[in-house]
Nanobody, 123 residues
Framework: QVQLQEAGPGLVKPSQALSLTCTISGVAITASYHDWNWIRQAPGKELEWMGVITYDGSTYYSPSLRSRSSISRDNAKNTLYLQMNSLEPEDTAVYYC???????????????WGQGTQVTVSS
């Protein structure tokens, strides 16, 4: 069973950096056709896709966050990371890691979510 567990600092001061981890169990982070996403949800707002690292290691980011974000992984630790710089109060949100698993052509993908970690940006 695929399980994802986010962890982070909880509280970050404005202009500081954020580092989040997502520990993965039940599947290898390098498994084929598994794309690993970071997604966040600010209070009262919809889910916002932040970026992805694909199963072959390629990364793609939301244009609005590309300049401040970096997604990486440690294959040996089976862990996904999000680094984000220059945080502002508007970055306050619950941050989720998510994996989309692509199956046979024509079959809908599966996806799995962590429980999320709250990040509050405040002085």
């Amino acid at each position: 069973q695929v399980q994802l567990q986010e962890a982070g600092p909880g509280l970050v001061k404005p202009s500081q950096a954020l580092s989040l981890t997502c520990t993965i169990s039940g599947v290898a982070i390098t498994a084929s056709y598994h794309d690993w996403n970071w997604i966040r949800q600010a209070p009262g707002k919809e889910l916002e896709w932040m970026g992805v690292i694909t199963y072959d290691g390629s990364t793609y980011y939301s244009p609005s966050l590309r300049s401040r974000s970096s997604i990486s992984r440690d294959n040996a630790k089976n862990t996904l990371y999000l680094q984000m710089n220059s945080l502002e109060p508007e970055d306050t949100a619950v941050y989720y890691c998510n994996v989309v698993v692509y199956r046979a052509v024509g079959a809908p993908p599966n996806d799995y979510w962590g429980q999320g970690t709250q990040v509050t940006v405040s002085s």
